[in-house]
């Protein structure tokens, strides 16, 4: 065990649970009902009831990035884990992600030239002290050795909460909030987005329309987590009642472990 392992806690304590844990980042039992993202859209990558080519809000769908995936579904215990890495300071998280996203780059985007990460405004960027986003990117980067340009974009609007906007307000928030600084560097190449969570996707696709507009060849996009194809598309309401049935101890003991997929054995 390394030195910074000690100092960050990282597993002396399991991540989900805070029980007392010597074997990883996670306790055997929080490892086996992490919400694993194994069924899902082929486009956006969102959690489906059945694997399939397209989801309902994909069909019809102009999308510029070429596939989506992401590790997780986003319920607890990975959205508490990714709230601590994006406004707690827990920067150490971006360790535990990092491998089950390499995998993911490696097995499912293998073609990649490089990957940049969504950029913050300097302002924000300055009250946070860091871009969590970047933060995974440079991880990832360092365990795969994949370039990452970071400089590409630059963020020069402050936008309001992307999940608070409609469609159209939401279009409109990002259309100048991004400018694409170096043309040149993207023409024919393969770039993957990492972000942390994909919600409406409107960011990433701002983003992935640009670059290809700018005439890359391939756009992917990565994500810690998403939020499944049902659960965007309930009411507000129903969606916090359905979250709270979901993230019971016993719907994930009947339901969780039926769909256990070998991505268990890439997170340590
Ligand atoms: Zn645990
Ligand atoms: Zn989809």
């Known amino acids: 065990m390394k030195i910074n392992d000690y100092v960050f806690n990282l597993s002396l304590r399991c991540n989900a649970c805070g029980?007392?844990?010597?074997?990883?980042?996670?306790?055997?039992?929080?490892?086996?009902?992490?919400?694993?993202?194994?069924?899902?859209?082929?486009?956006?990558?969102?959690?489906?009831?059945n694997k399939e080519d397209f989801c309902n809000s994909c069909q019809g769908q102009e999308l510029h990035f070429e596939k989506a995936r992401s590790a997780f579904k986003y319920q607890e215990p990975i959205n508490v884990m990714i709230k601590r890495l994006k406004y707690r300071h827990k920067k150490y998280l971006s360790k535990i992600f990092c491998p089950i996203l390499s995998y993911l780059i490696l097995t499912e985007f293998a073609d990649t030239d490089f990957i940049i990460n969504v950029p913050m405004h300097k302002k924000d960027k300055f009250l946070r002290g860091y871009n969590q986003t970047q933060v995974l990117a440079q991880e990832i980067s360092k365990n795969i050795d994949i370039p990452l340009k970071n400089d590409i974009f630059?963020?020069?609007?402050?936008?309001?909460?992307?999940?608070?906007?409609?469609?159209?307000?939401?279009?409109?928030?990002?259309?100048?909030?991004?400018?694409?600084?170096?043309?040149?560097?993207?023409?024919?190449?393969?770039?993957?987005?990492?972000?942390?969570?994909?919600?409406?996707g409107s960011t990433v696709e701002t983003l992935a329309e640009k670059l290809i507009k700018a005439k890359a060849k391939k756009v992917y996009v990565l994500t810690i987590a998403s939020v499944g194809e049902r659960e965007r598309n309930l009411p507000k309401k129903y969606y916090s009642l359905w979250q709270k049935i979901k993230n019971s101890k016993l719907f994930a003991k009947i339901f969780q472990k039926k769909y256990l997929h070998n991505q268990k054995n890439i997170v340590k």
């Open 19 to 49: 029980k007392e844990n010597n074997s990883g980042y996670f306790c055997d039992g929080c490892k086996e009902i992490l919400p694993y993202n194994n069924v899902f859209c082929g486009k956006c990558g969102r959690s489906t009831i």
């Open 154 to 200: 630059k963020k020069c609007v402050r936008t309001k909460r992307q999940a608070t906007l409609n469609k159209d307000e939401r279009k409109k928030n990002l259309k100048n909030a991004f400018v694409l600084q170096d043309k040149k560097l993207v023409k024919g190449k393969v770039i993957t987005i990492i972000d942390d969570i994909m919600t409406t």
